[in-house]
């Protein structure tokens, strides 16, 4: 089975300031990492996503994240906060041959003026 | 890209009536959908699992006589919640399989439920 650890529910940052958003995973096979964005009272808008090949991965919005195995954790970073960032975000993870996504528990990103 | 489209976006009922949730992929065919129901400031629980003519496989502890899924075509899956109670009032989310998206799955736009 797997499942996703995400730290502090809230996470409140400076207009400007690095966003950090911290995702660690557990999946006894290699597994496929997600980062969704969802704002209030809507479905859930794909970041980025990391399957095979490079660990670094470019999302939309100018986010990105990077697959490091040996600390089990897929990290998404964005290097200067905009106050359209604020909004829910999830982590998730699927492995090949299942269908089904595990979420973390969300970071509600907060942004400061 | 891939879109689905859920509908109604919002919807309030009465104590024992039936609401029913229509979640549609307009542009690919999923034969897997998946319905997920989210409290407020909680993360997505998946409910059910639905495949196109076939029965839906529920998580532990939902409840298949109160919560019907039917996914009768390659393009719509349907969540019935059935005399509702206003427990049952939460934002339900479907989400699409789909193979050729960029990720793999797509996501409606949720329905908020308040059951009155």
């Known amino acids: 089975a797997q499942s996703v650890t995400q730290l502090g529910s809230h996470v409140s940052v400076s207009e400007g300031a690095l966003v950090l958003l911290r995702c660690n995973y557990s999946s006894s096979v290699p597994p496929y990492l997600f980062w969704y964005v969802q704002y209030p009272n809507q479905g859930l808008q794909l970041l980025l996503k990391?399957?095979?090949?490079?660990?670094l991965v470019k999302g939309i919005n100018g986010f990105e994240a990077e697959f490091k195995k040996s600390e089990t954790s897929f990290h998404l970073t964005k290097p200067s906060a905009h106050m359209s960032d604020a909004a829910e975000y999830f982590c998730a993870v699927s492995r090949y041959g299942n269908n089904r996504l595990a979420f973390g528990k969300g970071n509600q990103v907060v942004v400061i003026p | 890209g891939a879109v689905v489209s859920q509908h109604p976006s919002r919807v309030i009922c009465k104590s024992g009536t039936s609401v029913k949730i229509e979640c549609r992929s307009l542009?690919?065919?999923?034969?897997?959908m998946f319905w997920y129901r989210q409290f407020p400031k909680k993360s997505l629980m998946l409910m059910a699992t639905?495949?196109?003519?076939?029965?839906?496989?529920?998580e532990q502890g939902v409840e298949k006589d109160k919560f019907l899924i039917n996914h009768a075509s390659l393009t719509l899956s349907t969540l019935t919640v059935t005399s509702a109670h206003p427990e049952d009032s939460s934002f339900y989310i479907c989400s699409a399989r789909d193979e050729q998206g960029p990720g793999g799955y797509t996501f409606g736009s949720g329905t908020r439920l308040t059951v009155v």
């Open positions: 639905s495949n196109e003519g076939s029965k839906a496989t529920y």
């Open positions: 990391y399957t095979t090949g490079a660990t």
């Open positions: 542009d690919f065919q999923a034969t897997t």
